[in-house]
């Protein structure tokens, strides 16, 4: 059983940046497509970011392109998320989950093993 915790996260300013780090253990069985999801209070969880392990790829929502990356130093059992020029709607409890594969729709009931998540305040 594959199995996340993710850590990092935090309250700051509006402009400000934050790391962010999802830890696996266990089998992902293959699952190569390893995801960022966030949820705003009152939202429905959306994707963020994602990585594909097998083609080295890496698919960005539309409103965090330009701002957050999946850093290349991601391991074959911690993923990271670094997020900057962070703004108020960026609120939200982030979570890391696995998926049979990366689609930039982010179809959350695609995903699996999420973990407890880690929440980011941005103040304006």
């Known amino acids: 059983q594959l199995r996340h915790v993710e850590s990092g996260g935090g309250s700051v300013q509006a402009g400000g940046s934050l790391r962010l780090s999802c830890l696996a253990s266990g089998s992902a069985y293959s699952r190569r497509c390893w995801g960022w999801f966030r949820q705003a209070p009152g939202k429905e969880r959306e994707g963020v970011a994602a990585?594909?392990?097998?083609?080295?790829?890496?698919i960005y929502a539309d409103s965090v392109k330009g701002r957050f990356t999946i850093p290349r130093d991601s391991t074959a059992n911690t993923l990271y998320l670094q997020m900057s020029k962070l703004k108020p709607e960026d609120t939200g409890v982030y979570y890391c989950?696995?998926?049979?594969?990366?689609?930039?729709?982010?179809?959350?009931?695609?995903?699996?093993?999420w973990g407890q998540g880690t929440m980011v305040t941005v103040s304006s």
């Open positions: 989950a696995r998926a049979w594969q990366c689609t930039p729709s982010f179809p959350a009931d695609d995903y699996h093993f």
């Open positions: 990585l594909d392990i097998e083609l080295d790829t890496i």
